[in-house]
C-alpha cells in the first residue's frame, strides 16, 4: 500500500513493524491484559494525530478523566488538543422510572452507543480511541449482541473516514477470537514474568488485512514519555557485501598471523579459557580503531566500566580520555534489566547512528547465559 495510505503511530519502531502504520480509515484492536500498557499506547496514537494537526477523540469507558490526566502528567505529555470523552453509561439503578420491558442492559448499551455515536459525529475527528470495548461486551452480556454492536460500530465508523484503535482487555479465559474476525487489524501486547530480573514487555501482530508487516514477537519498555518498541531483527534484511578493507588490531604479530588484520564487515570470535587474555585483545582492536579517530562501541557483560578501564590501564591503554572525547563508548550491561531486543536495538543505534566501525561483545556466553530464556538468539544475528 502506499505511504498515503498508513496512519503513523508516533512510534519509529512500531511503525517500522507495521511498514508505515495503521491502515488508514479502518477499525484496528489493540489487547493485553490490565499492566501491558495499552492505554499508554492508545494515548501516543492519539498524541500523534494532534501533533499532525488532526481532529482527535480519545474515548474513555474504563477510566475517568482524572485518571487520564495522571496518566498524562506522568509520562510529561499535554493533553491539550485532544477531545476527551469520559463515556459512562447512564445509572438505570438509580432511576425513579425503572423498566419492565426491556432489560436494563439492553437499554444501557443502546444508550451507551447512542452517546458514542454522537460524540463521534460532533468532534468528526480523523482518529479515534476507543477504551475499552471490554465495558461494552459486559453491557451486552451475550456474544452475539455484543458481535452485533461491534459490527454497527464499524459500519457507523467506515462512513466517518476515521482510523480507529480499540482497546481490550484480554485475560486467560477470556480471548475473543470473534472480535480478531471483525477488526482490520490486531496488535496484542505481553507481559513476562521472568524466573529473575525484571518484568519483560513485548508485542505481536497478529493481523493485519491485505499489508506487509514484520511478524514475531518484538520487545518493547514502558519509560518516562511512553513506549519503546524494539523491532525484531531479520537477518536476510540486513545481508549486503561487505568492503575489501582490512583493518589492524593493533599488533603487528596478530595482523601477521591474519593476513593484515581483520576485514571489515565480518565477525571474529575470540575463543579461550579464563585468563588467557581474550578481553585484552578484543579490548586492543578496539584501542587501536579509537586511536585511528574510528568510533568503536564496547559491550561488557562479565566486568563493570570502571573494571574495563583499570584493566586497559595497567596494558597501557589509557582509554579514558577517548570515552570522554567520545571516540569509545563502553556500556556496562545488565542483563536482568534489559531485554535482548533492547540490547539489539543498542548495538543498531551504535552502528546506524554513530557509525560504530568497531563493536566488542565481552563476552558471548555472558550474553547467552544472561538471558536462558532465549533458546534462538544466534538465529536473529545477522
Not at 81 to 94: K, S, Y
Not at 214 to 232: C, M, N, S, V
Not at 334 to 339: A, D, K, L, R, Y
Not at 345 to 360: G, I, K, M, Q, S
Amino acid at each position: 500500500m502506499r505511504g498515503s495510505d498508513r496512519v503513523s503511530f508516533g512510534l519509529v519502531g512500531l511503525d517500522e513493524i507495521l511498514d508505515g502504520g495503521l491502515v488508514r480509515d479502518r477499525l484496528h484492536l489493540l489487547e493485553g491484559k490490565p499492566g501491558t500498557g495499552k492505554t499508554t499506547l492508545a494515548m501516543q496514537f492519539i498524541l500523534a494525530g494532534r501533533d499532525r494537526s488532526e481532529r482527535v477523540l480519545y474515548v474513555s469507558m474504563s477510566e475517568t478523566r482524572a485518571e487520564l490526566e495522571a496518566v498524562a502528567s506522568s509520562h510529561c505529555w499535554s493533553l491539550e488538543g485532544i477531545e476527551l470523552c469520559e463515556l459512562v453509561p447512564p445509572d438505570i439503578e438509580a432511576d425513579g422510572n425503572r423498566q419492565t420491558v426491556f432489560r436494563p442492559s439492553e437499554v444501557e448499551l443502546s444508550e451507551t452507543m447512542r452517546l458514542l455515536f454522537g460524540q463521534i459525529e460532533r468532534v468528526n475527528p480523523a482518529r479515534i480511541a476507543i477504551d475499552s470495548l471490554s465495558e461494552m461486551r459486559l453491557l451486552a452480556q451475550n456474544p452475539l449482541r455484543y458481535r452485533r454492536q461491534i459490527f454497527a460500530l464499524k459500519h457507523f465508523l467506515a462512513q466517518r473516514n476515521a482510523t480507529v484503535l480499540a482497546v481490550n482487555d484480554a485475560t486467560l479465559n477470556d480471548h475473543d477470537l470473534q472480535l480478531h474476525s471483525i477488526v482490520h487489524g490486531v496488535v496484542t501486547l505481553e507481559e513476562l514474568s521472568l524466573d529473575y530480573g525484571a518484568e519483560r514487555r513485548r508485542l505481536r501482530v497478529s493481523k493485519m488485512r491485505g499489508v506487509k508487516f514484520r511478524g514475531g514477537y518484538h520487545d518493547f519498555a514502558i519509560r518516562t514519555g511512553g513506549l519503546e518498541i524494539f523491532p525484531r531483527l531479520v537477518a536476510s534484511e540486513q545481508t549486503r557485501t561487505p568492503p575489501r578493507e582490512v583493518i589492524p588490531s593493533g599488533s603487528e604479530q596478530l595482523d601477521a598471523l591474519l593476513g593484515g588484520g581483520l576485514r571489515r564487515g565480518s565477525s571474529a570470535l575470540l575463543i579461550g579459557p579464563a585468563g588467557s587474555g581474550k578481553s585484552s585483545i578484543a579490548l586492543s582492536i578496539a584501542y587501536s580503531a579509537a586511536k585511528r579517530g574510528e568510533f568503536a562501541a564496547l559491550y561488557a557483560f562479565d566486568e563493570s566500566a570502571e573494571s574495563a578501564q583499570e584493566r586497559a590501564s595497567g596494558l597501557g591503554m589509557n582509554i579514558g580520555p577517548l570515552i570522554t572525547s567520545g571516540k569509545i563508548d563502553l556500556h556496562e550491561i545488565n542483563p536482568t534489566e534489559m531485554s535482548p531486543g533492547e540490547f539489539t536495538a543498542l548495538v543498531c543505534r551504535d552502528v546506524t547512528e554513530r557509525n560504530a566501525r568497531v563493536v566488542v561483545i565481552d563476552s558471548l556466553n555472558g550474553y547467552l547465559q544472561a538471558m536462558p530464556q532465549e533458546r534462538f538468539l544466534s538465529l536473529g544475528d545477522p
